[in-house]
Nanobody, 124 residues
Framework: QVQLVESGGGSVQAGGSLSLSCAAS?????MGWFRQAPGKEREGVAA????????YYADSVKGRFTISQDNAKRTVYLQMNSLEPEDSAMYYC????????????????????WGQGTQVTVSS
C-alpha cells in the first residue's frame, strides 16, 4: 500500500499560478495528477515515471503545467501557470507500483493509489 498526501491548491485569478505537491509513503513506478470538474469525467493532467523522470502531459495543459519530482522525498509537484477558469477542478494525485507503457500514463484506471484531492478554483 502506498499512501499519498497532497498539499497546495486554492483560488487564483485567471492568468495566475498555483502549485501542488504529493508525497508518497513508498516507492512507485509512476505518479500522476488527475482532475475532475463537476459533471465531468476524471481526466489525466500530467504524469511522471519516477525512475526515469519521463513526463507526460494532456494537450490542454502543455506549456502551462510542469510536473517534477524530488526522489529523495518521494514527492511529486505540479506547477500550474497561466491558469484558466477551465482548469478549475478537484485535483487528485495518483500513483502506481506496477510497470506499464507510457501510453497509459494518463489513464486513471492504471493507478492503484489515490490522494484525497485538493480544490483548484480559477476565477475570470
Amino acid at each position: 500500500q502506498v499512501q499519498l498526501v497532497e498539499s497546495g491548491g486554492g483560488s487564483v485569478q485567471a492568468g495566475g499560478s498555483l502549485s501542488l505537491s504529493c508525497a508518497a509513503s513508498g516507492s512507485t513506478f509512476r505518479m500522476g495528477w488527475f482532475r475532475q470538474a463537476p459533471g465531468k469525467e476524471r481526466e489525466g493532467v500530467a504524469a511522471i515515471t519516477t525512475g526515469t523522470g519521463r513526463t507526460y502531459y494532456a494537450d490542454s495543459v502543455k506549456g502551462r503545467f510542469t510536473i517534477s519530482q524530488d526522489n529523495a522525498k518521494r514527492t511529486v509537484y505540479l506547477q500550474m501557470n497561466s491558469l484558466e477558469p477551465e482548469d478549475s477542478a478537484m485535483y487528485y494525485c495518483a500513483a502506481k507500483s506496477t510497470v506499464s507503457l507510457g501510453a497509459f500514463a494518463l489513464v486513471s484506471a492504471e493507478y492503484a493509489y489515490w490522494g484525497q484531492g485538493t480544490q483548484v478554483t480559477v476565477s475570470s
